[in-house]
């Protein structure tokens, strides 16, 4: 007596399984202090402007504008003052700018507080790094601050590599161009503080 399995496949090798591709909801943060710290940028150019035309110099850069000799006699507010102001329009538009852009990525990965601790440390760092190997002229701006949230987006793909795969390798591809962009026109147009960028980078 015969046996027939009624399976026609009955014999054949098993096929590997094929691999699933799986979603992952990250547990990101709204956007909060990016917007705040937009506002304060904002409002503080307004308000230089606006003493400026009232009282004929600027007020409010000559006291919030890292001054180094100044920082060096105690006024050691400006090291946090001078992230928050521009030197004129198009400065503010372009760190205001980046801002948007890297800031609300990066406050959504690391939460709100752990976002503004990362902004103002940074921003700390590039206004000391100018401080120790700067030159005696003045410097404002958030480039430093801006330069640490590369890092900070940039620290974050590389922890989750594995997560993000292909992703998360183009991402970091194109923050690191960003980064060398910005350093090459730092490098070779006047009045741009690469020190203060570098050292909001890798502060």
Partial sequence: MTYRNPDPNYGEPTPAPQPQQVGVRLPLSKPIITYVLLGIIIVAFILDYALTQLMGERVVFLFGAQWNQAVAQGWYWQLFTSIFLHSGLTHLLFNAYALFILGRDVEAFYSPKWFLVTYLLAGLAGSVAWYVVGDPIPSVGASGAIFGLIGAEAAFYVRNRKLFGQFG?????????????????????????????????FG
């Fill in 169 to 201: 390798r183009q991402r970091l591809g194109n923050l690191a161009v960003l980064i060398a962009i910005n350093l090459v026109f730092g490098f070779t147009v006047p009045n741009i503080n690469n020190i203060a960028h570098l050292g909001g980078l």
